[in-house]
């Protein structure tokens, strides 16, 4: 297989936009009336307010937790991935009940607070140094604090997100499909491709490209529509290679790939970050080559689930 130069990709720093992407949900979440802090998202049963009470109780618990110490109330066994999850949903059902006894406003004022210590706090990680909890979703046991970092601003990202979708007309999705937000955040989901395609095995040089680009798929006449939104169109590629018997993921385009696969900024976040169902999200990208190899990759999640 002939290869283009490929690069190891590399988590991206994110801490200087948790303030700037702070601002974006304060400024949303103060235009809402009261029937949208009611509406229903793509959250499962969380209407937008159950979501911006999710967004406060996780940064009040990543706050005690990581930045004062304080260990987590009694989360009974945990000595696998299923427990962690158990634990993670059980923790969470706890603060959206939480916050069912707070108003629009109060649970807005505490995302205000919330949200500038945690840019603070962020801002003073050496991201090098161990996480206090590894990205267990990327398969891995320890994690580095630039990681862990990239994942809160994640959660961050695709909860505004679904506020935003709630909203309608005046979420503006697209706000937050532009590069600016949309690169980081895609570059550090991708990271669970290399433990989602574990149980595949192939030869080593076999490779899956993948394409996110802001262009829409061809028009039926072999040209492409720019997506409604965006007023500079933006594209990014990775490869997904096998080798020494394990995959690694490259930023890049390889030579010669067994599949390709091509989706809109739209299409990505919402299969990572579980805002599709697994059997519907291979219709919004396009696959050239192998279709069975990448059948993985639409039940990969960038959450825990």
């Known amino acids: 297989m002939s290869l283009h130069k490929l690069d190891l990709l590399e988590v991206p720093d994110t801490a200087h936009l948790f303030t700037p992407l702070r601002h974006e949900l304060l400024a949303l979440l103060r235009a809402l009336g009261a029937d949208k802090w009611d509406a229903p998202t793509v959250a499962g049963a969380w209407r937008v307010r159950d979501v911006a009470a999710h967004l406060l109780d996780g940064e009040l618990r990543t706050l005690a937790a990581h930045r004062d110490g304080h260990a987590l109330a009694d989360g009974g066994s945990v000595q696998g991935y299923a427990d962690v999850v158990g634990l993670v949903q059980r923790l969470n059902g706890e603060g959206v009940t939480a916050g069912r006894h707070w108003s629009a406003r109060l649970l807005t004022d505490l995302l205000e607070v919330t949200g500038a210590w945690m840019s603070d706090f962020v801002a003073t990680l050496d991201p090098d140094a161990p996480a206090l909890f590894a990205v267990a979703w990327a ?114 385009a390889v030579g010669t790939a067994a599949a390709r696969v091509r989706g809109d900024p739209d299409a990505w976040w919402r299969l990572f970050f579980n805002a599709v169902p697994s059997e519907e999200a291979s219709r919004a990208f396009e696959v050239e080559g192998d279709h069975t190899l990448v059948s993985p990759l639409w039940r990969a999640r960038s959450v825990m689930v």
């Open 139 to 252: 398969g891995e046991a320890e994690s580095t604090n630039r990681f862990d970092t990239a994942r809160e601003y994640t959660e961050r990202w695709h909860h505004q997100m679904q506020i935003r979708l709630a909203a309608g007309d005046l979420g503006q999705p697209s706000v937050l499909l532009a590069e600016r937000w949309a690169r980081p955040l895609l570059d550090t989901a991708v990271r669970v491709l290399p433990h989602a395609f574990r149980s595949t095995t192939v030869a080593d040089g076999e490779a899956i490209e993948l394409t996110v680009s802001s262009e829409s798929r061809d028009d039926g006449v072999g040209s492409r529509r720019r997506l409604s939104g965006f007023d500079s169109p933006w594209r990014r590629v990775w490869s997904l290679l096998r080798e020494n018997g394990t995959w690694r993921l490259y930023a890049g």
